[in-house]
């Protein structure tokens, strides 16, 4: 079945990628009405409030009826194989939706799905935040090409979709990463290879941020780290991003969180509520980001 999917950010060329930004930016009057009548399932294993919030709106704004649905409705491969639920919603929607644990499970649902399957997080990657990422670095600092982008913390899935994002838009990629939760040596190659102006990984966050036009971070413990909280709050200690980072950044850098967000743990109150954060903005841009998705995988041009 040739039906596009939404599973990673590298599902999109960079022609790709600026096609879903435009979209994003478009009045909505331009994109007319692709889900007109139609249904989209929102499938949600794990909780969110912007994931659920900016996906449902972005369904009406394009003219069609999102229904939210709690994992244990559905329970994959518990009530219902994966693949029996998404051939049953297939018929049902225009589209299917998923927030999952394990990104198999988008996979299993792509193979067999008549309609387009779109991510809104596994624990690999989380491309709706990184195309508003994206969408929202634009908007502040014009063309991407050749700018520094600066991620400090884990190399989690929020990072690895960002990074991909932001080496389709040729910038410069800066990590920094306490020892064991970085990105490895092919996973720097990796995005290396899809167009990114150069690659670094620091053991720092103060040597990441030099010169960096964005500095992006995200929570020291994601969902389903808890035990882990302890360890990470030692390991992350030097890796808070607070004004010594900001102030090796470049003079017109901006700040990003994905959030939610944990005050003076992963960044201070004085940089999140600060004039340099555009953590609003960029939580905002998930609804547009998803509107550009959809119009995207409806097949909508501008």
């Known amino acids: 079945m040739n039906v596009r999917h939404f599973l990673d950010v590298t599902d999109l060329s960079a022609r790709d990628l600026n096609t879903v930004l435009t979209l994003a930016q478009a009045d909505i009057s331009r994109l007319g009405r692709p889900l007109a009548d139609k249904g989209v399932a929102l499938i949600f294993e794990k909780p969110s409030n912007r994931t659920r919030h900016s996906m449902e709106m972005a369904v009406v704004q394009l003219g069609g009826h999102p229904i939210f649905t709690r994992g244990e409705e559905v329970g994959f491969d518990e009530r219902e194989t994966v693949e029996d639920v998404t051939r049953i919603m297939a018929g049902y929607h225009h589209a299917i939706a998923a927030r999952v644990f394990a990104h198999s499970v988008l996979q299993r649902m ?48 929020v990072a690895r979709s960002l990074v991909e994002a932001c080496a389709l838009e040729g910038m410069h990629i800066r990590l920094g990463c306490p020892k064991g939760y970085g990105a490895d040596d092919d996973e720097l190659n990796r995005i290396s290879k899809l167009g990114a102006a150069s690659v670094e990984q620091h053991s ?17 413990v994601s969902m389903g ?19 010594s980072v900001m102030a090796v950044a470049d003079n017109t850098a901006i700040f990003m969180h994905c959030l939610p967000a944990h005050r003076e743990v ?5 940089v ?17 980001a998803a509107r550009g998705v959809l119009a995207y995988l409806m097949g909508v041009t501008i």
């Open 110 to 157: 792509a193979r067999v799905s008549s309609v387009p399957i779109i991510n809104m997080l596994s624990e690999q990657s989380h491309p709706l935040q990184a195309i508003a990422d994206v969408l929202t670095m634009r908007q502040e600092l014009g063309n991407l090409n050749k700018k520094t982008v600066a991620w400090v913390g884990d190399y989690n899935n």
């Open 204 to 220: 720092s966050a103060q040597i990441a941020a030099i010169g960096a036009h964005a500095v992006h971070t995200d929570v020291f």
């Open 225 to 243: 780290q808890e035990s882990e909280t302890a360890k990470r709050m030692i390991d992350f200690a030097s890796f808070r991003v607070d004004a």
């Open 266 to 270: 992963e960044v201070t109150a004085e």
């Open 272 to 288: 999140i509520d600060g004039a340099q954060s555009r953590v609003v903005s960029q939580a905002h841009n998930r609804m547009h």
